[in-house]
């Protein structure tokens, strides 16, 4: 097995109930580790989720050991006193000590705390709250930074045949036992003699059964050559095969079927195959893996086929419909060797590895001199197991060289709200994706968060195909800090961005050796608060060669203050990018391309927290960046195509424990394009426990130039805008009582050109708890630009149901009156059930619009759950603007999910419907759908089906449609041990869309069904078989023409016959038939065998080959011998 050290933290419950008397529950947290005799102590720490950086811990839990699932209760105490408060997000991280100071970290997870009244006999003075039943998170791994390095070796101990319900403890730790009854254990241990002792209870807790297991985990081999060799081998798992083939071909009738095979030539030929994989430590600390299959070939050729590599090879993500959908055996893929060449190996020790095969470049830590492509070549990762003492390794070294045979691309596509996407190109190279959702403000476009999804568990990909579905749909819209937006939904765009590697027909076909890339990149600490880095790669092309040289340096004087100063170069442009609204049906540029080809860029960014420096005395925290990059320069997602200068500054005063400042403000400048600009300062202040303000002023500038292209469109007319105003705000809020506040807000315009008026607004409202479930709020405003009110009801009808409803009356100039009306609600049904919607309606003279949010999460039992998710917007007006979304003005996605899982069954369905409505309508259909039963230990049968439409209503055509159907059964009779069967259907219609790059106008459908199995007729004989039949059509035109048939026939059968020890003799007849060429290849082999020892054998036989072409009268007859010599080990 894999060795991967784990660590993580889990919760009981994510939402957390605060009540009058407390919390309505304690916090229950799980620790679970596989190398706890490495952890000397734990922290579990508790965080504001705001507080990205974790600086503020506000509760730290010391515990020198801790037992996996031993529960560790909280009672919301933080370290202040103070209990949790209500309404907010808080996350929690696990911190692991090892020697030498070392520390392992997890990722942040998160719960909020709600309020609610205290249930009924549900917690009682004095009393723990019971912990969750099952373990959460167990065996996962979660972590986000390691500097402990388990030495010494994995141990696995697995059991099964128990009672779903027993308990099962190894050295009095729990283990958690599935279903089935079976379970499996996983823990480091070092070097020397162990043992374990393992009890099973009953659910009563009455012991059945107890052992004790020796352990001996071998270290560091010493002693004479001949004992170092032998250990060596006894801790390397290994198999290997090697084939070779002597044999000569008699040939008679017509050579042009055969003329590109020289085994038909008449003379004695020589054929080998060499295969081995290889998995194990060296001295206990190196991991070694390893891999060669020169694949069958010419002997005299095999060294030479060791340096082929074909992009188009199988290595990653091994796609089982295309042998077989199920097996029977309950066996599991794991990928260990990606490789598109016929040679790997990886040499792993400590954080480090050296490796010849499939790799990421990984040249990242930087936002200039980044350089993250998926090739095939050398790489050496160099991570140093030291730590500065803020926990940062000590230094990184990376370089890599490579001859690449693919090109790279980068697209980006905007949410459609569901989750069907086709990339730019087709012919993937398999493995080569990095697929990430990103989150832009909405003003500014800068990226604001990143998420990084996994193949398999995130999304599935046809790489051929090109054509990517995620597991859920993605949303529209991410929530956003501001509260005001001119967009009917408020929020920061979401987007998917994928960069690949693609295959390309005439991509080095002049001179191989051009395609040449390497790079490296190193950075080092040289003391705890200063470290400096470099960058250098060049790619080599025909004629455009890129390169992209960069230096870098961080100060680093506390946690949370640094400095990061970068310098880059480049030449040529790296990667062309494109961006789609619409999932991939069609594209544009992301940038066009500039005059100049090279150019350089800089950026100063500062990061202070004066609170962390002073000891909370001054606490301020301030964060400021420079970016400059000249026409021309081009990295990982930056082409700049005019001279652009980036400038932001943000910083935090809080003045007293009652007062904070905010300031925040942004330059965006790209030179005769364009230039926007805005600076806001705030002044949050508490009078008294019930008088607060709020004083703001906010500056923004907007300039078009000449050079500006619109990124959607850039063919339709723009007028240039020109903006500027200043705009200050004072809010006044009063608590007349508890639950009751009232407040008050002034908004004036200080200044504002001449192209629109001034908007000055003033606005009262009030919000009041009137009871413990309902809330409301009435406001009414005013101002030159129109007037208006807004009324709101919340009912919180206990902890699980809120709900909300407002409605808003304006008049101004621009719209007249408007009219706009909200409700929505939020339904905990309970602990299974989820509810959730919103509507919008808005009525104007400019405008009529309504949107609509609704959607269910339910979970009716463990083997269950269930989502439903329906999105919809609607614009009507006069005028669309030709940037948003393809001047779609309606929209409307539904996605409904369910899934199964329990004992034999296993099934999962998702159905999506797009409608968009605008110049031209689409529709979108999309349904996905697995299944997997075992009837009992003999039978299984899986399934999957995929179906995508895209058509376009406005002109009655298919923008893009495929569908797959793959299903499968494995048939292992226990009492009838002789027999194995499997058998597999599939059904492919594909139509790839216009815009896609290596796609054609053909449409093609095809059927293909095969049957195999093998029988022991008895101790000496055995019986095997093969049909299999391939139906295919094929038409010229996308949606219309004529349909072109191709039919296959294969039939195999073999007889293996032992008749003398270590004698096998066998009969094999195949039979191909095309149908509509009516030509058909048929004939035996017959060969004897004789094995030597457990792994060798020799072979001779006779091979009979009869072709028949009806069309071409191209036939021949061939036959010849062969002597076959096979080493296994």
Not at 244 to 258: A, D, I, K, N, W
Not at 346 to 352: G, Q, T, Y
Not at 443 to 463: H, M, P, Q
Not at 1033 to 1059: C, H, K, P
Request: hydrophobic share 30%.
């Amino acid at each position: 097995m894999l060795a991967t050290p784990k660590l993580n933290l889990s919760i009981a419950n994510d939402i957390i109930i605060r009540t009058a008397k407390g919390l309505q529950d304690d916090i229950v947290f799980f620790i679970y580790t596989n190398y706890p005799d490495f952890i000397e102590n734990y922290q579990i720490i508790i965080y504001a989720k705001e507080d990205l950086e974790g600086k503020y811990p506000l509760k730290t839990t010391e515990l020198k050991k801790a037992n996996n699932y031993e529960p560790i209760y909280w009672d919301g105490i933080l370290d202040n006193g103070s209990l949790l408060e209500t309404n907010k997000e808080y996350k929690y991280v696990l911190e692991a000590y090892g020697k030498k100071g070392r520390r392992d970290e997890t990722l942040p997870k998160f719960f909020t705390v709600t309020s609610g009244p205290l249930l009924p006999d549900k917690k009682k003075e004095g009393e723990k709250a019971e912990a969750t039943k099952g373990m959460p998170g167990f065996g996962a791994d979660n972590t986000a930074q390691r500097g402990i390095i388990p030495e010494g070796e994995k141990v696995v101990i697995y059991g099964k045949d128990l009672a779903p319900t027993d308990k099962v403890y190894i050295d009095d730790q729990p283990v958690a036992v599935d279903e089935d009854g079976r379970f499996i254990a996983e823990s480091y241990k070092s070097p020397g003699e162990h043992q374990s002792t393992i009890v099973v209870k009953d659910a009563q807790g009455a012991v059945k059964s107890s052992q004790v297991e020796r352990i001996d985990v071998a270290g560091e081999k010493k002693g004479p050559v001949k004992a170092f060799f032998k250990d060596f081998f006894q801790d390397f798992f290994i198999v290997g095969i090697i084939d070779l083939t002597l044999g000569q071909y008699s040939f008679r009738g017509h050579v042009e079927p055969v003329a590109q095979d020289d085994h038909y030539d008449e003379k004695v030929y020589v054929d080998g195959r060499a295969a081995f994989y290889l998995k194990g430590k060296i001295k206990g600390k190196y991991l070694l893996t390893a891999y060669l299959d020169t694949e069958e070939g010419k002997i005299q050729d095999i060294y030479k086929r060791l340096g082929d590599k074909d992009p188009k090879r199988i290595f990653r993500n091994l796609d089982p419909d295309k042998y077989y959908p199920v097996y029977g055996d309950d066996s599991t893929l794991v990928s260990d060797v990606e490789t598109q060449g016929m040679f790997y190996v990886r040499i792993e020790w400590d954080k480090s590895k050296i490796l010849w095969g499939n790799y990421n470049t990984q040249i990242t830590g930087t936002e200039l001199a980044r350089y993250n492509r998926s090739l095939y070549g050398g790489k050496v990762y160099y991570e140093s197991i030291s730590q500065t003492r803020f926990g940062d390794s000590k230094g990184i070294l990376t370089g890599f060289v490579a001859e690449s045979q693919s090109l790279q691309d980068h697209n980006e596509f905007l949410s459609t709200g569901g989750s069907l996407y086709y990339l730019r190109y087709q012919r993937v190279v398999e493995g080569s994706e990095k697929v990430a959702i990103q989150v832009r403000d909405k003003d500014s476009g800068r990226v604001v968060n990143t998420a990084t999804l996994i193949a398999g568990k995130d999304y599935t990909i046809d790489y051929y195909q090109g054509r990517l579905i995620l597991n859920s749909p993605l949303s529209l819209l991410a929530d956003s800090y501001t509260i005001i937006s001119s967009a009917l939904f408020n929020g920061d765009a979401v987007s998917l961005v994928v960069d690949y590697e693609y295959n390309s027909e005439c991509f080095g076909c002049n001179n191989e050796i051009e395609n040449l890339t390497g790079g490296a990149r190193g950075f080092w600490w040289i003391f705890d608060q200063f470290g400096v880095g470099s960058t250098f790669v060049r790619e080599k092309r025909d004629n455009q060669d890129y390169n992209l040289y960069g230096v870098d340096a961080k100060i680093k004087l506390f946690k949370g203050t640094y400095t990061n100063i970068e310098f880059a170069s480049s030449q040529q442009t790296q990667i062309p990018g494109s961006f789609s609204v619409d999932g991939g049906l069609s594209f544009s540029p992301i940038k066009t391309s500039a005059d100049k080809n090279k150019g350089n860029a800089y950026k100063v960014g500062q990061v202070i927290d004066f609170k962390e420096i002073t000891g909370g005395a001054f606490p301020l925290d301030l964060e400021a960046y420079y970016v400059f990059r000249e026409q021309g320069f081009s990295s990982l997602d930056k082409d700049t195509e005019h001279d652009t200068t980036e400038f932001g500054v943000k910083l935090q005063y809080d003045i007293t424990k009652n007062g904070t400042f905010r300031l925040k403000h942004s330059t965006f400048d790209e030179k005769d394009a364009l230039f926007e600009s805005t600076s806001t300062a705030q002044l949050e202040w508490r009078w008294t426990e019930r008088l607060r303000s709020i004083l703001e002023v906010r500056y923004k500038k907007l300039k078009e130039g000449e050079g500006f292209v619109q990124p959607v469109h850039p063919e339709d007319d723009h007028i240039l805008g020109n903006e500027e105003d200043v705009i200050g705000a004072v809010k006044v809020a009063y608590d007349l009582t508890k639950g009751t506040q009232l407040y008050a807000a002034q908004q004036v315009t200080l200044y504002r050109n001449d192209e629109t008026p001034r908007d000055n607004k003033t606005t009262l409202g009030i919000s009041s708890q009137i009871t413990e479930w309902l809330k409301a709020d009435l406001e009414g405003f005013a101002g030159d630009l129109g007037y208006g009110g807004r009324v709101g009801l919340t009912t919180a009808v206990n902890e699980r149901l809120n709900t909300y409803t407002s409605y808003m009356l304006s008049t101004d100039r621009t719209e007249g009156k408007t009219q706009r009306v909200t409700f929505g609600s939020t339904y905990m049904m309970n602990d299974k059930t989820d509810i959730y919607s919103e509507n919008q309606f808005k009525d104007s003279r400019e405008e009529t619009a309504n949107s609509e949010i609704v959607g269910i999460k339910y979970r009716p039992t463990q083997r269950w759950n269930i989502d439903f998710k329906y999105e919809n917007s609607h614009v009507t007006k006069d005028t669309v603007d030709s940037y948003v979304e393809q001047n779609i003005i309606k929209r409307d996605t539904a996605s409904f999910g369910v899934t199964y899982d329990h004992g034999p069954l296993k099934a999962s369905t998702r159905f999506e419907l797009r409608l968009d409505r605008g110049d031209e309508d689409e529709n979108q259909y999309v349904t996905t759908t697995s299944l997997k039963y075992t009837v009992n230990k003999e039978w299984t049968f899986l399934g999957n089906c995929n179906f995508s439409l895209s058509r376009n209503m406005t002109n009655h055509m298919d923008d893009a449609r495929f569908f797959e159907i793959s299903t499968g059964f494995a048939y292992r009779p226990i009492k009838l041990d002789k027999l194995n069967m499997l058998f597999k259907y599939t059904f492919l219609e594909d139509l790839p869309p216009l815009s896609q790059i290596g796609s054609t106008d053909v449409d093609e459908r095809s059927h293909v069904i095969s049957l195999e199995g093998i029988y022991d007729l008895s101790r000496y004989f055995s019986l095997g078989g093969k049909a299999a039949y391939k139906s295919g059509q094929m038409r010229l035109g996308r949606t219309s023409g004529e349909w072109v048939s191709s039919d296959t026939m294969l039939f195999a059968g073999r007889i293996n016959y032992q008749f003398i020890k270590n004698w096998d003799a066998s009969l094999e007849y195949r039979y191909l038939k095309v149908v509509q060429a009516k030509d058909y290849k048929h004939g035996p082999l017959v060969c004897l065998y004789r094995h030597i020892g457990d792994h060798v054998m020799i072979g001779v036989g006779y091979n009979f080959t009869d072709f028949n072409d009806d069309l071409t009268n191209l036939s021949y007859e061939a036959g010849g011998w062969f002597v076959n010599f096979i080493a296994t080990w």
